[in-house]
């Protein structure tokens, strides 16, 4: 077969995945998710907001690790090194180019919305989790699909899709955007950026399920908090600015002023951005969380459903709402809507935080988005970890997976990965309509959950701390499947 030949093949692979995951992402997925988010506000009767409370303080305890296993925490951190990436960052310009300040807003509300469906996609993965021989659980979505629908074979594709995409390509994406940002920053070539990535992510992805946790514990909740902390003190030396960009996100989002639409002009591209951004940053409803929330060890299936949802609120009302308002406040030196391109979405929030702080930040932005990207890589591989855990309990074909991901990010660092991001994208999207049909059939396993934690709160008192479970519940649709909540506490 001649090159030509070759390279047209390829051209129609790239075009066809293309085809796809923008109808999948644009039109298909999208108005899925916002209905999930709907539908599970109205089945809980609005728990992210009768239970504000309850999600806020959700992470105080959690990181209490007397039983084993991996603590509550340790779960949320490893969702919230997969929310808070590079996404947060370029994402949240693209949108702001795409449909002017009024996108935020929109992000706002499909976050609130979102909070509801991570809370019921944890919740289930806590329900339906299956104990190990070395004490950690492992839960998901393939999980409730096999144990709740009891359809395993469907369990099995979603594991199959979900490994494949978190575990192969997304450490070859992520790696990638590491030695882009070093190299944009100082010149690193990608040879030697390669080595750094491997470095870097051997040791942990090598190390197991339990040494991603530990990492992530810690370094995915440091950074997004760094990232805050930058953006909050550009607000306070700026606050006319920071004031003025809080109006043009409320009046762009309702088209009160002119010129704040984005390319496409008006409310209706904002709503379409913002919807899109908030869908994709926060992750509620794709399933890839609720492999995390289930392999934490709580006393009950609420509790994790939780701090999952306070997930949502850190990475779209903080750390998307931060990077927004940075390059809203940098100003019309830096951002003007409707009028900076698209290409420039990569550099734009470097750009306005250098222009507010001065150009000595370019090589620490450079830096945050290396561990956004490397955090990610972790996060998502411990997504593949449980699929693998679900399709087979051998440990060399645990260990093949892990030498495996190594591999694929080292290849990543030096290679061109369109196709392959776009393959990515194509599979998470399949993953997630499984996993949106899976959470509406099961919602009522939520909701007997949700009232057997509220009876017990309420017969405990209200600091509500000895809210223990059990799988024969009367507030459940049935019984559990043995194995796990069976005792007094499932852990």
Known sequence: MSPMVRTSWADQIDAALTSTSDLLYSWVLMWLLVGAGIFFTIRTRGVQLRHTGAIAVSVSGSRDGRHGGITSFQAFAVGLACRVGTGNIVGVALALIMGGPGAVLWMWLVAILGTATAFSEATLAQLFKVR???????GGPAYYISRGLRLPILGGLFAV??????GLVMPMVQANAIT???QGAGGLSPNLGAVLVVAMTAPVLLGGLRAMARVAEYLAPLMALAYLV????????HPLQAWEALRSIIEGAFGLRQGLGGLAGG???ALLNGVRRGLFSNEAGLGGAACAAGSATVEHPVQQGFIQAFGVVVDTLFVCTATALAILVAGADVFQPGATAKESAGTLTQDAIAHLVGEWSRWPMALLVVVLAYTTIIGAFSYAQVCLDYLTDRP???????ISAVICAGI???QQ???????????LGVGAIINLVALVLLSRWVVGALRDWEALRSSLGPDGNQTTFRGDSEHLPAVLPTGTWEGPVGR
Request: glycine share 4%; hydrophobic share 60%; net charge positive.
């Open 161 to 166: 899709v979900f490994l494949i995409a978190n």
């Open 230 to 237: 930058l953006v909050l003190a550009i607000l306070v030396t």
């Open 412 to 414: 990543g660092s030096v």
């Open 132 to 138: 190990r021989s070395d004490g950690t659980f492992r």
């Open 180 to 182: 882009a940002s070093l």
């Open 267 to 269: 409310v209706t591209a």
């Open 417 to 427: 990965l369109t196709t392959v991001w776009t393959l990515a994208d194509v599979l």
């Open 396 to 402: 060399w074909i645990s260990r093949a997976l892990q």
